[in-house]
């Protein structure tokens, strides 16, 4: 990020992610809102240009919900990969305009790391495919991490990813079942919720306060 001041020209570059100052942290707070404006820090005007990096979302498993969530996604901004080594199931047919890899998640993962503007969703309910992208999501410092299935299901794969050496701490960052409680039933609404609850973490961060 860039900082000018007003006055006297002067500029300088913010890393927001390590900047404690004053003006470091009103960085952080702009590039958190994605947004370039004016501030004041300690009595001088800057204007602070944020230069983000694109959103990312990974979708784990091109099943019916991923297609209302990868059309949604992308509409807010989110550059958008489906994930699913099932060829009949990722095709540019069901996902047009959307990045396809048929890999498994580990290694289309290690390809492409998620990184700290990126959000991955898993929806297979299959562990073999859903467990690996966990488990690389929380190896990575992506802001959201989500799983499809009821709270039975969640217990069960807290259960393996414990086994694999996760802790608590790593495992609380998974939600689980997925998507804000708004009482979806459809695809499209259950697309809606978990688009809801990134874009409340992307925003607001921890409990949303």
Same mark, same amino acid.
């Given at each position: ?8 020209? #002067? ?9 404690? =100052? ?13 947004? =370039? ?16 990096? $694109?959103?990312?979302? &990974? ?5 019916? @919900? ?18 699913? $080594? ?31 503007? +990126? /959000?991955?969703? &898993? ?8 467990? $690996? ?30 086994? /694999?050496?996760?802790?608590? +701490? ?15 039933? =459809? $695809?499209?609404? @259950?697309?809606? +919720?978990?688009?809801? #609850? ?12």
């Amino acid at each position: 990020m860039r900082a000018t001041d007003l006055a006297t020209g #002067e500029e300088r570059l913010i890393d927001p992610a390590t900047d404690d =100052s004053p003006l470091g942290v009103a960085g952080a707070n702009a590039a958190h809102a994605d947004q =370039s404006g004016s501030v004041e820090v300690d009595g001088r005007a800057w204007f602070l240009s944020v230069y983000n990096p $694109p959103l990312d979302l &990974a979708i784990v498993g091109a099943v019916h @919900i991923a297609q209302p969530l990868a059309r949604m996604a992308t509409l807010v901004g989110y550059g958008v990969r489906v994930i699913d $080594p099932r060829l009949s199931f990722a095709t540019p047919e069901r996902f047009p305009d959307v990045t396809l890899s048929h890999a498994w998640p580990d290694e289309a993962l290690a390809g492409v790391p998620l990184g700290a503007r +990126s /959000a991955l969703v &898993a929806l297979t309910h299959d562990p073999k495919v859903d467990d $690996p992208a966990l488990a690389a999501a929380l190896r990575s410092d992506c802001f959201y991490v989500g799983a499809l299935g009821s709270k039975k299901s969640h217990a069960g794969r807290l259960a393996r990813l414990r086994q /694999a050496g996760f802790d608590d +701490s790593d495992l609380a960052r998974i939600h689980g079942p997925v998507g804000l409680a708004i009482g979806a039933r =459809s $695809p499209g609404e @259950i697309a809606i +919720s978990i688009l809801a #609850e990134m874009t409340r973490w992307l925003r607001l961060g921890g409990d949303g306060a």
